[in-house]
């Protein structure tokens, strides 16, 4: 099986596949609740936040597309400088949502003057960021683009993208004004993928009052009535919540503030390696903490390059889109450390040099 180094699916422990080969219960049952209740002390404390954390049997995406409808009643505006930050806009406009965005060049951040710019020349109710885009392995300066776009228009609710970087990374949900922050289960988190996380602050729940057609899966109403009793809607994912509620245990184990230190080294590490022989993509000062995009300086096939690895049990991702061949991208997230990074590097420099010699 091979080790991966991919912007999702992480790895997951063995451990946590254990959890979830739990028996079945029934998910109205009270063992389900007492499951449940478990897990959302522990996902405030992750998301730095004391609101309400909705766990849904999705991907991210449906939660994207839950939250555009839930909170947007006349116009969004979405930060663009990749391809996820792309995704909100192309939820917006299946549904039909009035929707206008900021683009930045790829490998380049959304800057909170461009933000603040649209914000003073228009009215919009809601505010879609991406903190970390995984295509170009930018993150953005979200808190001071928040601040600056509350001293603007203060009543904006605020959506931000964390798929690839909650849990990994410190985001101060509450502190920063985060009305509705959004994830997956299968990258920081180091889940299998299967679950989509939203904290959700009052502010944004006052605004899903307030709109008529919400739809019915991720309507935040719904979601929170449920909330409650410790249930959700819909039948969930019961196996995932077992592996939830031990993986929140392993995280608590180490500590938020350990595990954002330990992603901020291999990032280092693994950026430090880049430049030494390839070069970055993302411009300097906003380089994520959780993937590195590279650009392919040396022209080497990725696909190669990954069979090599293959061998070895490692697995690398290739560029995103049209930078595909001519970027690649090495994740550094979930319960990898800094030995498995250095252990791949080593790999990859093994493999330059047998190529170069060939």
């Not at 449940?36 to 936040?49: G, S, V």
């Not at 900021?102 to 800057?111: F, T, Y």
């Not at 196996?239 to 608590?252: C, G, T």
């Not at 993937?291 to 990954?306: A, E, F, P």
Request: glycine fraction near 6%; include cysteine; charge should be neutral.
């Amino acid at each position: 099986m091979a080790r991966l180094f991919i912007p999702g699916p992480t790895d997951v422990d063995q451990k946590i596949l254990k959890a979830m080969q739990q028996p079945m219960i029934g998910h109205r049952s009270d063992a389900f609740a007492d499951l449940f209740a478990r897990t959302q002390p522990r996902l405030r404390e992750t998301f730095q936040t004391k609101n309400r954390v909705f766990v849904t049997t999705s991907s991210g995406t449906g939660l994207f597309e839950g939250a555009m409808r839930n909170m947007v009643s006349k116009r969004i505006l979405i930060g663009v400088c990749g391809a996820f930050g792309q995704r909100w806009v192309d939820v917006a406009n299946s549904n039909e949502i009035s929707a206008e965005s900021v683009d930045s060049k790829w490998g380049e951040p959304n800057l909170p003057e461009l933000i603040i710019s649209k914000l003073k020349s228009k009215r919009y109710d809601t505010l879609a960021l991406v903190h970390n885009e995984t295509s170009t392995g930018i993150e953005n300066p979200i808190a001071k683009i928040i601040a600056e776009s509350r001293a603007i228009q203060p009543d904006i609710i605020i959506m931000v993208d964390a798929v690839s970087s909650a849990g990994g990374v410190d985001i101060r949900t509450d502190d920063w004004g985060i009305d509705i922050l959004i994830t997956s289960s299968h990258k920081c988190m180091a889940l299998p993928p299967g679950l989509a996380f939203a904290a959700v602050s009052d502010r944004a729940m006052e605004r899903a009052h307030s709109i008529k057609h919400r739809g019915h899966y991720f309507d935040f109403l719904l979601l929170n009535k449920h909330l409650q009793r410790n249930m959700t809607p819909a039948t969930p994912a019961i196996s995932f919540f077992y592996a939830l509620d031990a993986q929140l245990k392993l995280m608590q184990e180490e500590g938020l503030s350990n595990r954002f230190n330990r992603h901020t080294q291999m990032a280092a590490y693994v950026q430090n390696w880049a430049k030494d022989r390839f070069d970055l993509f993302a411009l300097e000062g906003y380089r994520s903490k959780t993937v590195t995009t590279i650009r392919n300086t040396k022209g080497i096939s990725i696909s190669d390059l990954n069979k090599s690895l293959s061998e070895n049990g490692k697995q690398i991702s290739n560029g995103y889109g049209d930078l595909k061949n001519e970027t690649f991208r090495i994740a550094h997230m979930g319960e990898m450390d800094l030995e498995d990074i250095k252990s791949l590097l080593d790999h990859i420099d093994t493999y330059i040099s047998h190529t170069n010699s060939s």
